[in-house]
């Protein structure tokens, strides 16, 4: 038995308005999905690179600053903005400039910029721990001549570019001065 086709007209083959009008709204909404992913991707990127850039200039001025204490011979002159330490041939200084921000260092009169937009940043110094004292137990603040140790505190912050996110660093040490 042979079957033959009784009607020769090709089927239409295409899409319905309905079907269109879905399939549409559905690329549209993976596309916002990827599109919003992807933004936030980015923003968090740019976020951790500012921080991770502010750590370590953060974490560096630390260094310095702990390298020049321990191997300072005293402690010249201290205020909340500004440390002085005396070396044999020469002081290095330490400044806190709030209107700008910024963090310092001179020596042999040549300043040299450690720190940018700093939100705060003091000094403190401290006597020599009693012999029988407990751990943690520190003396009440120091003048320049009686002072054993230094300590040091600062935050700083930095904005993620064009966002409205910033990034923030706080450092803050207590260093023995060893040649005194």
Aim: with cysteine; proline share 3%.
């Amino acid at each position: 038995m042979v079957f033959k086709l009784t009607n020769l007209r090709k089927r239409a083959a295409g899409y319905t308005l309905v079907e269109m009008m879905v399939g549409a709204a559905l690329g549209m909404l993976v596309l916002t999905a990827v599109g919003s992913f992807y933004l936030f991707s980015l923003t968090s990127f740019a976020a951790v690179a500012n921080y991770s850039e502010l750590n370590s200039k953060s974490r560096n001025a630390c260094d310095m600053i702990s390298r020049d204490i321990r191997s300072a011979y005293s402690v010249t002159s201290a205020t909340s903005n500004q440390l002085v330490l005396h070396f044999p041939k020469t002081d290095v200084a330490y400044s806190y400039n709030s209107d700008q921000g910024t963090l310092t260092r001179t020596q042999f009169g040549q300043p040299r910029l450690l720190l940018k937009r700093l939100d705060h940043l003091n000094f403190a110094l401290y006597r020599r721990p009693a012999t029988y004292a407990t751990y943690e137990t520190i003396p009440t603040t120091a003048t320049p001549a009686t002072a054993k140790l230094v300590a040091f505190e600062w935050s700083c912050s930095q904005r993620v570019y064009r966002l409205a996110k910033t990034s923030q660093s706080v450092q803050s040490a207590m260093v023995e001065l060893r040649n005194q």
